[in-house]
């Protein structure tokens, strides 16, 4: 059972455009939800992460909007630079286990 | 801060042999975890250790894969023996517990041919 769903699979995008990816979950225990960032042959590194009890963070160009009731969260990229191409990896936790469960990753390339 | 090493970075081997991974986490961090990684696909956890007792191996295949963690900082992931299907990028990762963020390595790329 695929407890964290992550759509779409792979992302094209003109520079200067809005990059979204979605992510769904099914364990109302999940506490925290991060995105990460990761370049080929690199590990994945921490991109930005949001709690339940807020239902958007912003943090320079990187949004994440946050949907409790329909079990959703969202990552938005503004102004997508060729530099943001990467695989964006959605994931979720439950704070008493310490332990993130990712969802299959978006391939986003941005386009100069 | 250095961040989580890894090593070594790429590991080629033949089917039926043996292979091992090390990690050293970020100082201070209790909290370590192995993932596997195949093409392709997201993070997946195999073992969690706090200090040095695994809390989480259940989705460790304990036939063929063994994990240590020695005074709590080092850990090591074995292999034996190593199958085609088990080539991948396996991760290791470490955070401070609780819901703080986990800071990855870049991973050692195994194949097995």
């Known amino acids: 059972q695929q407890q964290v769903k992550q759509s779409p699979q792979s992302l094209i995008v003109q520079k200067g455009g809005i990059s979204i990816i979605n992510c769904a979950y099914e364990?109302?225990?999940?506490?925290?939800f991060p995105w990460y960032q990761q370049f080929p042959g690199k590990g994945p590194a921490l991109l930005i992460a949001i709690r339940p009890d807020v239902s958007e963070k912003k943090e320079g160009r990187f949004t994440i909007s946050f949907n409790k009731s329909a079990k959703q969260f969202s990552l938005h990229i503004m102004d997508s630079q060729p530099g943001d191409s990467a695989t964006y990896f959605c994931a979720a936790m439950n704070s008493g286990y310490s332990t993130l469960t990712f969802g299959k990753g978006t391939m986003l390339l941005v386009s100069p | 801060e250095a961040g989580v090493v890894q090593s070594p970075r790429y590991k080629i081997i033949e089917k039926k042999q043996p292979v091992a991974f090390w990690c050293n986490p970020i100082?201070?961090?209790?909290?370590l975890y192995w993932y596997l990684q195949n093409l392709g696909q997201g993070p997946e956890l195999l073992i969690r250790y706090e200090n040095e007792e695994a809390v989480d191996d259940s989705q460790l295949p304990k036939d063929r894969f063994s994990a240590e963690r020695l005074k709590g900082v080092d850990s090591t992931l074995k292999i034996q023996p190593a199958e085609l299907g088990d080539s991948a990028v396996y991760l290791c990762a470490s955070s401070s517990g609780g819901n703080s963020p986990l800071h990855f390595g870049n991973g050692t790329r195994l194949t097995v041919t």
């Open positions: 364990n109302t225990a999940f506490d925290y």
């Open positions: 100082s201070g961090h209790n909290t």
